[in-house]
Antibody, heavy 118, light 110 residues
Framework: QVQLQESGPGLVKPSETLSLTCTVS????????WSWIRQPPGKGLEWIGS???????KYNPSLKSRVTISVYMSKRQFSLRLTSVTAADTAVYYC????????????WGQGTLVTVSS | NFMLTQPHSVSESPGKTVIISCTGS????????VQWYQQRPGSAPTTVIY?????PSGVPDRFSGSIDSSSNSASLTIFGLKTEDEADYYC?????????FGGGTKLTVL
């Protein structure tokens, strides 16, 4: 059974960089796309970006200038970096697997709450 | 920017049928696959429909997805409602390969 687990700091100061890692177990990281999605408290889902195992990326245009997603095949991990954070970036951050890049996500991590506060 | 619009909330009684709509703001919703996710409070989303009308294994056949090109909308139909279906439901599709989510619909089964 494929499992995804997010990890990283739960508290980030304003103007600093949010960094999260998603570790994949129970399956290969090859042949898939991998996504980051976030959900502010009490609000809906927002796609942040996706990466193919080959390294090609797509980012939400509204976040593109601040986002970097990377993949680390040997570690079965992919990561998210979001720079210059503000309180508006406070959210539960999910990582997810996309089987094809055109048909959504089939496996999701449990999510991790990141709070931006001084 | 392409948007997907869902009703904020719907409610229905156990045993009844409910339809949740998802309307595309422009273009043709049939041009890209639509997915539907269920999210219970405090939990991650799970897929109930992918590729417009496909059910993952383990999802009961009470859940059905469809596309209506004439109204540029997708629909999630849940037959024989159960109290356990009470959750938030999100549609999701694509715009120039960028993922787009609908705003979500809170389903109350009362």
């Amino acid at each position: 059974q494929v499992q995804l687990q997010e990890s990283g700091p739960g508290l980030v100061k304003p103007s600093e960089t949010l960094s999260l890692t998603c570790t994949v177990s129970g399956g290969s990281i090859s042949s898939y796309y991998w996504s980051w999605i976030r959900q502010p408290p009490g609000k809906g889902l927002e796609w942040i970006g996706s990466i193919h195992y080959s390294g090609s990326t797509k980012y939400n245009p509204s976040l593109k200038s601040r986002v970097t997603i990377s993949v680390y095949m040997s570690k079965r991990q992919f990561s998210l970096r979001l720079t210059s954070v503000t309180a508006a970036d406070t959210a539960v951050y999910y990582c997810a697997r996309d089987p094809s890049g055109v048909a959504g996500s089939d496996y999701w991590g449990q999510g991790t709450l990141v709070t931006v506060s001084s | 920017n392409f948007m997907l619009t869902q009703p904020h909330s719907v409610s229905e009684s156990p045993g009844k049928t409910v339809i949740i709509s998802c309307t595309g703001s422009s273009g043709s919703i049939a041009s890209n696959y639509v997915q539907w996710y269920q999210q219970r409070p405090g939990s991650a989303p799970t897929t109930v429909i992918y590729e417009d009308n496909q059910r993952p294994s383990g999802v009961p056949d009470r859940f059905s997805g469809s596309i209506d090109s004439s109204s540029n909308s997708a629909s999630l139909t849940i037959f024989g409602l159960k109290t356990e279906d009470e959750a938030d439901y999100y549609c999701q599709s694509y715009d120039n390969s960028n993922k787009v989510f609908g705003g979500g619909t809170k389903l109350t089964v009362l």
